[in-house]
């Protein structure tokens, strides 16, 4: 028995797994503790934090670590890949809100219609995430630039862009403590952060919530300029859905086990049963671009 015990301890070394934001801290928790049953002799390491900011402990401070999730795939194309992995795999879908709750000034008055005139109150504070930390923080840029052409309102990103900055936080889980203590009104967030915390929220037009696949070109019209790979380097995010991504880093200390643990991730019936649970709305198996390069266990998740 202790033999076997000791294998089973060397098959499965500790799996330490970095996840950046918010909006996955729930379905995530939710399927560690299922994929412990079936494995309880792995232990995985959460880590939450902005997804750039993630990016950036790999790649500047030299950080250790197995996998990869972003609430946005391309900071893992655009930061990660070729020099810290090699391919990515979409998995699930999201749709940015406006998120209130029951202490929030005007929450009766505020809809899908007159939402931005609310948050141009005065008397009204909203806060968002930092851009250049967050996906959830350029993905509200880009929604208020989407909604002043939605709505014809010219200067309206403007007017929204430069108000409460005070209130601009490095990720999603600061705006919601902002939110809590009620020292905002409103948050721009994620729907499923807002469903999963039980909060008030206004579905945005699908023009600008990021949300519809075939709506990639009017949400392309928009676009932020955020900070790069490298110190001082700037590129340019475009509106585009949202989907997020996943991949296993190069030098993943443990990439046997994350393989593992990403095939019952993206699993129909294990993992993204959790996160369609959780309203975030599964994509797998979703095309790629890096087919011949993602390991044979995983291939069946994607579509070349």
Not at 91 to 111: G, H, P, R, T, W
Not at 211 to 228: F, L
Request: glycine share 4%.
């Amino acid at each position: 028995m202790k033999n076997k015990f000791y294998l089973i301890i060397l098959y499965f070394p500790i799996l330490l797994v970095n996840f950046f934001i918010i909006g996955l801290s729930v379905p995530v928790k939710e399927i560690i503790e299922e994929f412990n049953k079936e494995y309880p002799y792995v232990n995985i390491l959460p880590e939450a934090s902005g997804s750039v900011e993630c990016v950036r402990k790999i790649t500047e401070l030299k950080r250790s670590c197995d996998i990869i999730i972003s609430s946005d795939y391309k900071v893992i194309d655009n930061l990660l890949i070729p020099d810290y992995s090699d391919w990515s795999i979409k998995f699930a879908s999201n749709e940015m809100a406006i998120v209130y709750n029951d202490k929030s000034l005007y929450k009766n008055e505020i809809n899908k219609n007159n939402w931005y005139e609310i948050l141009s109150k005065k008397d009204v504070i909203f806060g968002r995430a930092d851009p250049n930390s967050d996906p959830c923080g350029y993905r509200s840029v880009i929604t208020t630039k989407l909604a002043e052409k939605c709505y014809k309102k010219p200067g309206l990103a403007a007017l929204l862009l430069n108000k409460d900055i005070n209130f601009i936080r490095p990720k999603e889980v600061d705006l919601l403590a902002l939110l809590e203590t009620h020292t905002v009104d409103y948050i721009f967030l994620y729907r499923s952060v807002a469903e999963q915390h039980k909060l008030n929220y206004i579905i945005l037009p699908d023009e600008i919530n990021l949300k519809k696949q075939e709506m990639a070109d009017i949400y392309a019209t928009a676009s932020i300029e955020i900070t790069g790979k490298k110190p001082g380097e700037k590129i340019i995010q475009k509106g585009e859905p949202m989907i997020y991504g996943l991949t296993i880093l190069k030098n993943a200390p443990n990439y046997k086990t994350a393989e593992i643990f990403t095939q019952f991730f993206l699993s129909k019936n294990k993992g993204m049963a959790v996160m369609e649970k959780n309203g975030q709305p599964s994509l797998v198996p979703c095309k790629t671009f890096f087919f011949d390069k993602i390991p044979v266990e995983l291939q069946k998740f994607v579509i070349k």
